[in-house]
Protein backbone atom coordinates (compact mmCIF):
# COMPACT_ATOMS: atom_id res chain seq x y z
CA UNK A 1 0.00 0.00 0.00
CA UNK A 2 2.09 2.78 -1.39
CA UNK A 3 2.62 5.82 0.96
CA UNK A 4 0.80 4.18 3.72
CA UNK A 5 3.19 1.45 5.02
CA UNK A 6 3.90 2.98 8.05
CA UNK A 7 -0.32 1.85 9.39
CA UNK A 8 -0.36 -1.67 10.79
CA UNK A 9 -0.94 -4.58 8.79
CA UNK A 10 -4.36 -5.43 7.37
CA UNK A 11 -6.21 -8.43 7.64
CA UNK A 12 -7.29 -9.19 3.73
CA UNK A 13 -10.60 -7.90 2.86
CA UNK A 14 -12.09 -10.35 0.33
CA UNK A 15 -14.96 -13.07 0.33
CA UNK A 16 -17.85 -12.90 2.96
CA UNK A 17 -17.23 -12.19 6.39
CA UNK A 18 -20.08 -13.43 9.12
CA UNK A 19 -19.45 -12.60 13.37
CA UNK A 20 -17.30 -15.66 13.29
CA UNK A 21 -14.70 -14.00 10.89
CA UNK A 22 -14.18 -11.19 13.27
CA UNK A 23 -11.34 -11.45 15.89
CA UNK A 24 -10.58 -8.67 18.87
CA UNK A 25 -7.43 -6.18 17.54
CA UNK A 26 -8.06 -7.15 13.93
CA UNK A 27 -7.64 -4.37 11.67
CA UNK A 28 -8.91 -3.85 7.99
CA UNK A 29 -8.11 -1.31 5.16
CA UNK A 30 -9.22 -0.32 2.23
CA UNK A 31 -7.35 1.31 -0.75
CA UNK A 32 -6.36 5.36 -0.41
CA UNK A 33 -8.15 7.38 -2.69
CA UNK A 34 -7.15 11.11 -3.54
CA UNK A 35 -9.95 13.72 -3.27
CA UNK A 36 -9.98 16.24 -6.22
CA UNK A 37 -11.21 19.96 -5.75
CA UNK A 38 -14.08 19.75 -8.42
CA UNK A 39 -14.94 16.44 -5.98
CA UNK A 40 -15.20 18.56 -2.96
CA UNK A 41 -16.87 21.37 -4.67
CA UNK A 42 -19.60 19.22 -6.46
CA UNK A 43 -20.18 17.52 -3.10
CA UNK A 44 -20.36 20.37 -1.35
CA UNK A 45 -22.51 22.38 -3.24
CA UNK A 46 -25.13 19.47 -2.90
CA UNK A 47 -24.43 18.56 0.48
CA UNK A 48 -22.91 20.76 3.05
CA UNK A 49 -22.75 24.44 1.00
CA UNK A 50 -20.57 26.12 3.08
CA UNK A 51 -18.05 28.76 1.87
CA UNK A 52 -15.01 27.03 2.92
CA UNK A 53 -15.80 23.82 1.04
CA UNK A 54 -17.50 25.59 -2.20
CA UNK A 55 -15.64 28.91 -2.74
CA UNK A 56 -11.69 28.92 -3.13
CA UNK A 57 -11.55 32.17 -2.59
CA UNK A 58 -13.89 32.94 0.44
CA UNK A 59 -12.30 29.58 1.60
CA UNK A 60 -8.57 31.43 1.31
CA UNK A 61 -10.14 33.69 3.61
CA UNK A 62 -11.40 31.32 6.14
CA UNK A 63 -9.98 29.95 9.63
CA UNK A 64 -9.15 27.07 7.04
CA UNK A 65 -6.86 29.42 4.72
CA UNK A 66 -8.37 27.51 1.24
CA UNK A 67 -10.78 25.10 0.30
CA UNK A 68 -11.40 21.82 2.49
CA UNK A 69 -13.54 18.57 1.80
CA UNK A 70 -16.48 18.35 3.69
CA UNK A 71 -16.46 16.08 6.82
CA UNK A 72 -19.65 14.14 5.47
CA UNK A 73 -17.49 13.67 2.34
CA UNK A 74 -14.49 12.57 4.03
CA UNK A 75 -16.53 9.96 5.73
CA UNK A 76 -19.02 8.99 2.75
CA UNK A 77 -15.73 8.57 0.36
CA UNK A 78 -13.54 6.29 2.58
CA UNK A 79 -16.47 4.45 4.08
CA UNK A 80 -16.65 3.65 0.57
CA UNK A 81 -14.08 2.19 -0.33
CA UNK A 82 -14.21 -0.03 2.65
CA UNK A 83 -17.49 -1.24 1.05
CA UNK A 84 -15.95 -1.76 -2.49
CA UNK A 85 -12.98 -3.61 -0.99
CA UNK A 86 -15.33 -6.16 0.63
CA UNK A 87 -15.61 -5.36 4.37
CA UNK A 88 -18.68 -6.64 6.12
CA UNK A 89 -19.89 -8.51 2.71
CA UNK A 90 -22.52 -11.11 3.33
CA UNK A 91 -22.69 -10.26 6.96
CA UNK A 92 -23.71 -6.59 6.91
CA UNK A 93 -26.54 -5.93 8.66
CA UNK A 94 -26.33 -2.30 9.14
CA UNK A 95 -25.50 -0.15 12.45
CA UNK A 96 -27.66 1.53 15.07
CA UNK A 97 -25.19 4.57 14.55
CA UNK A 98 -21.92 6.48 15.40
CA UNK A 99 -20.12 7.58 18.11
CA UNK A 100 -17.64 10.14 18.55
CA UNK A 101 -17.61 11.19 15.12
CA UNK A 102 -14.15 13.57 15.24
CA UNK A 103 -12.95 15.39 12.33
CA UNK A 104 -9.03 16.05 13.62
CA UNK A 105 -7.12 17.60 10.49
CA UNK A 106 -9.22 18.96 7.03
CA UNK A 107 -8.35 17.06 4.18
CA UNK A 108 -7.56 19.56 1.32
CA UNK A 109 -8.07 18.94 -2.55
CA UNK A 110 -5.44 16.59 -3.65
CA UNK A 111 -5.08 14.91 -0.57
CA UNK A 112 -5.11 11.07 -0.30
CA UNK A 113 -6.80 9.56 2.68
CA UNK A 114 -7.44 5.80 3.61
CA UNK A 115 -9.20 4.54 6.37
CA UNK A 116 -8.94 1.64 8.51
CA UNK A 117 -11.42 -0.29 11.15
CA UNK A 118 -9.68 -1.98 14.41
CA UNK A 119 -12.19 -4.24 16.22
CA UNK A 120 -12.47 -3.26 19.82
CA UNK A 121 -15.43 -5.55 21.06
CA UNK A 122 -17.08 -8.73 19.25
CA UNK A 123 -20.39 -10.12 21.32
CA UNK A 124 -22.84 -12.64 20.20
CA UNK A 125 -26.52 -11.17 20.58
CA UNK A 126 -27.70 -12.35 23.43
CA UNK A 127 -31.38 -12.42 22.20
CA UNK A 128 -31.23 -13.16 18.17
CA UNK A 129 -29.01 -16.45 17.39
CA UNK A 130 -28.40 -15.28 14.26
CA UNK A 131 -26.44 -12.46 14.81
CA UNK A 132 -23.75 -10.46 17.02
CA UNK A 133 -22.40 -6.80 17.22
CA UNK A 134 -18.61 -6.03 16.09
CA UNK A 135 -17.62 -2.58 17.86
CA UNK A 136 -14.95 -0.87 15.40
CA UNK A 137 -13.15 1.95 15.58
CA UNK A 138 -12.98 4.04 12.05
CA UNK A 139 -9.73 6.24 11.44
CA UNK A 140 -8.88 8.07 8.60
CA UNK A 141 -5.50 9.08 7.79
CA UNK A 142 -3.62 11.29 5.19
CA UNK A 143 -0.96 11.09 3.07
CA UNK A 144 1.22 12.77 5.85
CA UNK A 145 0.70 10.59 8.43
CA UNK A 146 -2.29 12.60 10.14
CA UNK A 147 -5.34 11.53 11.52
CA UNK A 148 -8.03 13.24 9.51
CA UNK A 149 -10.96 11.72 11.18
CA UNK A 150 -12.64 9.20 13.73
CA UNK A 151 -15.30 7.48 14.66
CA UNK A 152 -16.50 3.96 16.34
CA UNK A 153 -19.89 2.20 16.01
CA UNK A 154 -21.30 -0.84 16.36
CA UNK A 155 -22.09 -3.37 13.09
CA UNK A 156 -24.42 -6.33 13.35
CA UNK A 157 -23.31 -8.88 11.79
CA UNK A 158 -24.38 -12.03 10.30
CA UNK A 159 -23.62 -15.02 11.94
CA UNK A 160 -22.59 -18.22 9.43
CA UNK A 161 -24.47 -20.58 11.12
CA UNK A 162 -27.62 -18.51 10.35
CA UNK A 163 -26.63 -18.25 6.62
CA UNK A 164 -25.98 -22.36 6.77
CA UNK A 165 -29.01 -23.17 8.24
CA UNK A 166 -31.27 -21.17 6.62
CA UNK A 167 -30.16 -22.36 2.97
CA UNK A 168 -30.61 -25.64 4.75
CA UNK A 169 -34.53 -25.16 5.22
CA UNK A 170 -34.76 -23.98 1.68
Given at each position: MSGFDWLPPSKTLGGEQYFED???GDVFRAKPVSVSEAEIVEFARRYDP??????KAAAAKSQFGGLIASGIQVMAVSFATM???????????????????RWHKPVRPGDTIVMQARVTEIKPSATR???????LVFEVFNQKRERVMSYSCVEIVRRRAAVISRAARA
Open positions: FALQSFHTDIEAGFLKGGGMGSPGLDEVADRGYVT
